[in-house]
């Protein structure tokens, strides 16, 4: 079965590889006979260029319709009646916080992310971090961390009428909060696997490659405040104010690769936490906290497209330049009048 399975798509892919090879050699040889017949001053250049032109539009064309065309339109109705707004959805965004939310009746699609910041994402390829936690832990039923994750409503089915209804979770321990205590463990694997009966409201799990970054022993004050100001993707602000030094979890996915920490503007290293989560030890105090999307990557691209445009600019104020001398030295003298 295998095996006729394997022969069926290599002819079915040698099929399509010869179909759009002898297509584009019958292309490219009717762009060469129009070369030459240019080249050979049969037929006027502009005619050459105005025939390639058009070969390149049938051929766009051609490629084109294959994944667009009539029988793939849909009309703005159809497109957006899969994200319509149910009942749950209408009663969820009249809270106006910070939240996520968990639809249980179609947990493996991106609906729910269409209308609100969902536990499931909307897109399947997901980081591994958070991956690991959704397949061990929050498919699994752990509701501590769904707590963890600040899941304030859950969609599920009213059994009495099988209408999609929200339901308020009052465990969902908000943006960030204040632990009592620290537990360190080995490996990744013991960290996952400490999660199963965590408590997250009172206890952080931090791997102990990860404790050079702890540089507060947190004490516990029941005074002590930590609430969120803003979330706008790439930058996300805090303000703390405690009486002890604390230990911050928030309830965001931990990223080295982009995503920095600042403690009243002095950057500071974000500690993994709770296998997917971001942590910072804080001193005693009020304090401002940021989180900003700045990676390397973007940053380092961003500096050589400013180069590249600015070469560009030159070289073409300099091309401007010669052609306006060239024409001042061919047009100098032309135009006096002389005597006799």
């Not at 590889?17 to 001053?41: K, N, P, Q």
């Not at 703005?76 to 249980?104: C, G, H």
């Not at 030094?245 to 403690?263: D, L, T």
């Amino acid at each position: 079965m295998s095996s006729s399975l394997t022969s069926s798509v290599k002819a079915d892919r040698q099929a399509l590889y010869l179909a759009d090879y002898g297509r584009s050699v019958l292309f490219v040889l009717i762009a060469a006979a129009l070369v030459f017949l240019a080249a050979t001053a049969r037929i006027k250049p502009l005619h050459a260029a105005i025939g390639i032109t058009i070969l390149s539009f049938v051929d766009l064309i051609g490629i084109d319709s294959r994944y667009l065309s009539k029988e793939n339109f849909v009309t703005e109705e159809d497109l957006m009646a899969p994200f319509a707004a149910n009942a749950a959805d209408i009663q969820i965004k009249q809270d106006t916080s910070y939240y996520r939310v968990f639809d249980q009746t179609d947990p493996q699609t991106a609906r729910s992310s269409y209308h609100h910041n969902s536990v499931t994402g909307y897109h399947p390829a997901k980081l591994s971090l958070y991956d690991d936690l959704l397949q061990k832990q929050l498919f699994g039923g752990n509701m501590n961390m769904f707590n963890m994750l600040n899941t304030k409503y859950f969609i599920v089915q009213n059994p009495q009428n099988g209408q999609p209804v929200a339901q308020t979770n009052p465990g969902a321990l908000g943006a960030a909060w204040f632990v009592k205590t620290i537990r360190y463990v080995n490996s990744a694997d013991e960290e996952m696997a400490a999660l199963t009966d965590l408590n997250p409201k009172d206890t952080v799990l931090i791997d102990k490659r990860e404790q050079p970054k702890v540089s507060v022993t947190p004490q516990y004050d029941s005074a002590a405040t930590i609430q969120l100001v803003f979330n706008r993707n790439d930058v996300i602000q805090y303000n703390s104010n405690a009486s002890t030094n604390q230990f911050a979890v928030f309830s965001e996915i931990y990223y080295p690769r982009g995503w920095k920490a600042y403690i009243d503007g002095k950057e500071t290293e974000i500690v993994k936490v709770d296998y997917a989560l971001r942590g910072l030890p804080l001193p005693a105090g009020k304090h401002v906290i940021d989180f900003k999307f700045v990676p390397e990557s973007f940053l380092l691209g961003d500096k050589i497209g400013l180069v590249f445009g600015i070469i560009s600019f030159l070289l073409l104020f300099v091309c401007l330049w010669l052609l306006w001398k060239d024409y001042r030295s061919n047009n100098s003298g032309t135009g006096g009048y002389t005597g006799t």
